[in-house]
């Protein structure tokens, strides 16, 4: 029997970073969790330099970062420390933004947000973006925001308005 569960109608990707060296750190696009019931930020970071990197999760009133700030709430965080051995996601401390160690290994960091326990939803938040630290040249970062959202349809919410 068929499974009921389609990755591109329910979790549909959004592209928040393209893969690109980190040496100077940069600023996702903001995408919307206004019709979100829940969402992962999914970090890849291919540490060819051990420097580390710093993951931090902003939130802003729209797309275009209005009143942009910092998420001060912990979510849940797992990590794959080495993606060459092994999938596992090491469940890490729960906070608001993570930092990698210094190995030279490829990672997958993901951040689960819940919009209304993580972002300041009552003074108009509803956007969030990642920021990634200052790091080196040989590091490589990317991430993809999957959301879940609360209604389900033929298309889903744009996060892009």
Do not use: C
């Amino acid at each position: 029997m068929a499974r009921q569960t389609s990755l591109p109608y329910q979790f549909p990707p959004v592209a928040l970073l393209a893969p690109a060296a980190d040496a100077a750190g940069r600023t996702s696009a903001y995408r919307n969790l206004k019709n979100a019931h829940k969402a992962y930020v999914i970090a890849h970071v291919n540490q060819g330099n051990a420097a580390t990197v710093a993951l931090t999760l902003t939130q802003a009133k729209d797309v275009a970062g209005t009143g942009a700030k910092a998420i001060s709430t912990a979510m849940p965080i797992w990590l794959q420390a080495d993606t060459s051995v092994s999938d596992a996601n090491a469940v890490q401390t729960a906070a608001a933004s993570f930092t990698t160690d210094a190995t030279t290994k490829d990672k997958i960091v993901i951040f689960e947000i819940v919009p209304e326990a993580v972002l300041d939803v009552a003074n108009g938040f509803k956007t969030i973006a990642l920021t990634t630290g200052a790091s080196n040249a040989a590091n490589i970062t990317e991430a993809t925001l999957i959301v879940l959202e609360q209604y389900q349809g033929a298309s889903a919410p744009s996060t892009y308005a």
